[in-house]
């Protein structure tokens, strides 16, 4: 399946380039007509600005990208955030959420409530602390914002999948959900195609990625070439109907990720077009 995929996404390449040569206007992408989107997490860019990190989502045709606060700082004023966003509409970009942002006091949560009002964006993807998790209700229901805690694997104590993040948040508020990282769920031996189908009222946010194998021992790298099912991933995004944003969020050789970025991207948006029914 996967040296198949491959040959199609190499030669959806070659037409997209030779269609773009004949044709006056751009090549639309895979994605286009579906429910959901494809964006970028922010994080994918942390030893980049945001000059380098627009011109790569804009040369990708990606158009959807969640804010990290090291291109957009918390304490930025207005003016800079109305700077910020004139960026992004130049690239014909939109931050469609903030985050992850870690709180550990209600001083953080309340700060991350209101830098996600002034950016203007209406879901925050965070990692409280779990007992500040009934002030996050209470925040939840004064902002009307969705809130997708990031689940991280086994690589920290809370919130390591997605029955963990079900189990902290199925009795709050249901704006209270997750950002399915289907590399983390995967490394802590769960099932993203699963999880998805069973939690998908609660997933507002997804992190696209691969990984090695479903131990703390699996890393991350290009989609593709790990051992996650992407084909029965995007059937089951279609299934459940979500219409969040499947943010690629690439975590290897991140000193110079372009190339890594094309490929899962390729392959991912590749997948989009062989399982189209």
Known sequence: MKSTLLTFVFALSLMVCKAQDNRPGPQLPPETGETFKVGLAGYTFVKFDLDKTLETLKALDVHYLCIKDFHLPMNSTDAEIAEFHEKLKAHDITGYAVGPIYMKSKEEIDKAFDYAKRVGVKLIVGVPNVELLPYVDQKVKEYDFKFAIHLHGPDI?????????????????????????????????????????????????????????PTKQGYSLEVGRGIIDFPAMVRMIRKVGYTGVCSLEHERNMDNP????????????????????
């Open 157 to 213: 104590e809370i919130y390591q999948d997605a029955d963990d993040v079900w189990n902290h948040t199925k009795d709050l508020d249901p704006r209270i959900g997750m950002c399915l990282d289907i590399g983390h769920d995967t490394r802590n031996g769960k099932d993203p195609v699963a999880d998805m189908e069973k939690y998908h009222t609660r997933v507002f946010d997804m992190h696209i990625k691969d990984v090695t194998g």
């Open 258 to 277: 372009f190339m890594g970025i094309g490929e899962s991207l390729g392959y991912f948006r590749g997948v989009i077009e062989t399982t189209k029914e």
